[in-house]
């Protein structure tokens, strides 16, 4: 048996925002979200050509391995926004989330990177399909939080994985569909202020556009503190009338719609604004246009629609370099890069700024720029010195601010591994008649090698053992330092 979607989609600025970076799009194979970062209108024009990307397998029947359309498609849209960022270096730091589903007919396939969430509504019981890539979910992960906890944590917002024309492996997974499902994709709009109890609540009555709209009502109620997207699509048969027109919503809308803002300090200050900065917002009609065609078209518009908002980024991206700064990986230390990563005709975008000390019990010091690596006279910071978790995260975190990048180091420096090895320069793990070797081969008198032995290294501290009986696996559970 064969099913087909009833789907609706909504978007809203919010009341804090000025504009609208998400981008949405519905259609009867694809439904998709991207969340834009970056600000002044670069993470709209992420997400923009994300959404470009993927609209095309909307356009078609998909093949048999929807996982692997959807694998490339999410490729297509990073390189875009690479060759964006290469076109308009200071646009680097611009990015974008991305959930979406490509339906078959009898299943999906699901393709996430970020914190845009993907929800099933079956049988009363509202489930959760994708794991945000968040700092935040990584400590829930790890026990360190509950989910009560993190939906509060200041930083529950902070993104591990986006996609800002870096490599990026998505998370892809099929679904096996039912008649009856709902299907909700959303920002964090939504999802950050409005409890899954209460979405759930909402979602489970009515028609697709008549949830999406009482969703929207929620999270601008509930401060609306960020641009607010939700797409809602029904499984039903076959031979039920659907929606035959896709569905652009978000940055991507070209209908202003006013959502009604509710009576408080924040919903009064926001309908005060220009009703052109209003809500975006679109919903299907059926119609009778062949499908080839009206998805040929509407790839076209899309695509030209993004052109449109990256050429208006060039003049002002040539002025945002000199305020840059990102982390990378230089000779074998992390340290402070000041501009963007990249290149423009074998020039480099970036120089060294400044190293990056982490102490034996993971405290940052940022010596002054000035210092070179010989002046220094402590550990600096590498890749192996972080969870491998956090060090897969290297290479997707933005360009952005000093400040923020100090405050990606203090996030990284919480990442880091415990002591298990130090090293004086020079000095081999394990080397026969080392200086202060004397005794590792069992000799009596050894001093602090004896099981209990007065100023023997607790548990939690640094171990001079490599073998392994004591576990310590360096890169893994435990880290060298050179002294």
Known sequence: MTFALDYAALSDRGLVRQNNEDSGYAGPRLLAIADGMGGHAAGEVASQLMIASLSKLDADQPGDDLLDALSMSCAEGNASIAAEIEANPKTEGMGTTLTSLLFDGGRVGLCHVGDSRGYLLRDGELTQITRDDTYVQSLVDEGQLSEDEAHVHPQRSLILKALTGRPVEPTLKYREVREGDRYLLCSDGLSDPVSADTIAEALAEGSPSDAAARLVDLALRSGGPDNITVIIADVVDSGQRTPAEPVLAGALGDVDVETPRPNTSAGRAAAMRPKADQAKAVTAEPDATPPKVRGRWLVATVVVLALIAAAGLAV???????????????????????????????????????????????????????????????????????????????????????????????????????????????????????????????????????????????????????????????GENCREVTS
């Open 316 to 474: 002002w991206g040539w002025q945002r370099n000199d305020s840059m700064y990102h982390l990378a990986t230089d000779d074998g230390v992390i340290e402070v890069k000041h501009g963007v990563s990249g290149s423009i005709l074998g020039i480099s975008l970036s120089s060294h700024h400044q190293y990056i000390c982490l102490s034996d019990d993971n405290e940052v010091t940022l010596p002054d720029p000035a210092s070179g690596r010989e002046d220094l006279d402590c550990h600096l910071m590498t890749p192996e010195d972080l969870r491998p978790s956090a060090r897969a995260q290297l290479d997707g975190l933005p360009a952005d601010s000093y400040d923020e990048v100090r405050d990606q180091i203090t996030r990284l420096a919480q990442e880091a591994l415990p002591v298990c090895l130090t090293l004086s320069p020079g000095e081999a793990v394990g080397e026969p008649g080392a200086d202060g070797a004397e005794g590792t081969d069992g000799a009596e008198g050894a001093e602090g090698t004896e099981p209990g032995a007065e100023g023997a290294a607790g548990p939690e501290e640094a171990t001079t053992e490599r073998d392994g009986s004591t576990g310590a696996r360096p």
